[in-house]
């Protein structure tokens, strides 16, 4: 469900690209001493430059910035993570989540538009590197021009090596400014502390998707050594490897935490990696820290510090063969040993957290003494929400600057009214409207307002009785509007008020037959899920609260419940 989400989410971003406009800053008439960060994330899950955001958000937050991460994920637990973290339902776009704030840092090219089209702030983009710096000639061209469009629209731009910087500016005509990765001392040491192994072994860190990262090669040339070595290999990798390719290594380490692959780096005879590309490879450098001699393929990105038979050896990509001698070097000459490793150490040396976190707080608040250029003022448009009403105090200074830049007429707000003790639902309203602009184009703030009048649903046919608990007339009026709509997300609506009624009417037995024999075009309708926990209660198999946990609230649809993932069934 993940890949299908993320697919559909891009999709909406590729044909809404004919409307992206360069983000246009001004300099603030005074800048703060303090500023919100927000990072924005499409994936939480384990890989290096997920770890790397991770290391930013805990660094800035320990100096005392105010820093919050928004993703569609669940918080991880392979990391640990110091900064305010929210989660935005998956079937709204990732940006209409981001609160208020001084920074949006954009960590992966497809949602730069989204994040400018908030309005909120100043948009940075932080490149890490992937395909589309290098396997640039294999991309299609609709690709190409839909990242190249995206490169073009913030101001900001930095990523982690040189030789990023001259794919960026070779391939999309950008320059930008190089802040580079760095390692956890605190962690990544060499220390008596380290893997026991009952013989020597050598070490490789990659998923086995990742074709990029060359694992099949190291393993080919493993397999060279072996008549000749008495040698294990260790495997670090974030995925379940296939029986296959686990049957291949000696033992494979599914995503451990940081100090057992510390301890992993410390205890091998030899780290290596056989990466085709890399824009900053950190695990050799890490080894380094470790005291473990590295060997690597000579791409791009490790040779941002790497120097061959001073700190590494180095191999040609893609050539097992060439590895396999590599691998051999370095397992019959303790002196050469001894000087990857002297080197390495002082190496790693140059690389460090606190240097590296000083060098992105200055660029961040550079960035952050800069403001959106308003294209509107409060004056242009007739406003109907008050700025108390918001749920989220700070919510309203972000509707501000969504009106002051969106090309909308109108604004929709989630208004939400408590239905009963058990249950809130929120309905899209819309809460203001351009005095001189009639294009008849919505726009939406995701920033949840309270109904000061519930009674207002009093007028709407079905509400009244099930708000006054006539749920037998409640659930007529419910079927009533379901057949008379040809809309299927207001079906999707009204047929979650009629399994209500069926439920606190103790018809519970007719609810689920209901369910099961109803099927929604939408499989992303999260109620649809909920209701199957909540009439199947015990039985209610572990995808419902899966499938509800990814999707969160049904946001995308005309009214939805409200906090649905903190209702108890």
């Known amino acids: 469900m993940y890949e299908e989400l993320k697919l559909k989410e891009f999709n909406k971003r590729l044909a809404q690209q004919h409307m992206s406009e360069k983000q246009v800053l001004c300099q603030k008439d005074k800048a703060k001493d303090s500023f919100h960060i927000v990072y924005v994330m499409s994936s939480v899950a384990v890989s290096g430059g997920v770890k790397i955001i991770f290391e930013h958000v805990n660094r800035l937050t320990r100096l005392g910035i105010k820093v919050t991460i928004v993703t569609h994920f669940e918080k991880p637990h392979w990391y640990p993570i110091d900064a305010t973290y929210i989660q935005v339902p998956f079937t709204i776009e990732l940006a209409k989540g981001i609160p208020n704030c001084d920074v949006i840092v954009a960590t992966y090219w497809d949602h730069i538009q989204s994040c400018i089209d908030t309005g909120i702030a100043p948009v940075v983009y932080f490149e890490q590197g992937d395909f589309h710096l290098f396997d640039y000639e294999s991309m299609n061209d609709t690709l190409k021009v839909f990242i190249k469009r995206q490169y073009e629209l913030p101001t900001f731009i930095y990523t982690v090596s040189k030789n990023a910087a001259k794919l960026i500016n070779r391939n999309y005509g950008r320059n930008v400014s190089v802040i580079h990765n760095a390692i956890d001392e605190s962690i990544f040491y060499d220390g008596s502390s380290s893997f026991k192994s009952e013989k020597p072994y050598m070490l490789m ?52 935490s940081q100090s057992t692959i510390a301890d992993l780096y410390r205890g091998a005879r030899l780290y290596v990696s056989a990466s085709h590309y890399e824009s900053f490879s950190l695990p050799p450098l890490e080894a380094m820290s470790c005291g473990c001699p590295v060997v690597t393929t000579e791409n791009d990105g490790v040779l941002e510090y790497a120097i061959d038979r001073e700190n590494v050896l180095l191999c040609r990509i893609r050539d097992p063969i060439d590895l396999t001698s590599k691998i051999k070097k370095v397992l019959d000459d303790d002196e050469l040993v001894d000087l990857l490793i002297t080197n390495g150490l002082s190496t790693a040396k140059q690389f460090k957290w606190h240097v590296t976190i000083d060098e992105i707080y200055d660029y961040y608040k550079k960035v952050a003494s800069f403001e959106v250029k308003r294209q509107h003022t409060e004056e242009d448009w007739n406003i109907g929400i008050s700025e108390d009403a918001f749920i989220n105090p700070s919510d309203y200074i972000k509707f501000l600057k969504l009106i002051n830049i969106t090309k909308a007429s109108v604004i929709k707000i989630p208004v939400v009214y408590e239905i009963d003790s058990s249950i809130k639902i929120a309905r899209w309203e819309v809460v203001a409207y351009h005095k001189n602009i009639q294009n008849h184009v919505e726009d939406i703030c995701y920033s949840p307002v309270q109904s000061d009048n519930n009674q207002i649903l009093i007028n709407h046919k079905g ?98 419940i409200y906090q649905i993932n903190k209702l108890s069934v």
């Open 463 to 560: 509400y009244r009785p099930f708000i006054e608990r006539e749920f037998e007339e409640a659930l007529k009026d419910f079927t009533s509007l379901y057949d008379e709509t040809r809309d299927p997300q207001l079906q999707a609506v009204y047929f979650r008020w009629m399994l209500l009624c069926l439920y606190r009417l103790q018809r519970r037995f007719e609810a689920k037959k209901k369910l099961r024999k109803h099927s929604f075009q939408d499989k992303y309708f999260s109620e649809i899920y909920f209701l199957n926990k909540l009439l199947e209660k015990k039985n209610s198999n572990e995808t419902n609260t899966w499938n509800m946990s990814i999707l969160g609230d049904a946001v995308s649809y005309p009214e939805y």
């Open 205 to 256: 860190v990659g998923a086995e998707s990742a074709s990029f990262k060359g694992i099949r090669e190291i393993i080919e040339a493993y397999q060279a050594i072996q008549p000749e070595y008495d040698i294990s290999l260790f495997w670090i990798t974030p995925e379940e490897p296939s029986n296959d390719m686990r049957n291949k290594v000696t033992k494979a380490f599914v995503q451990p």
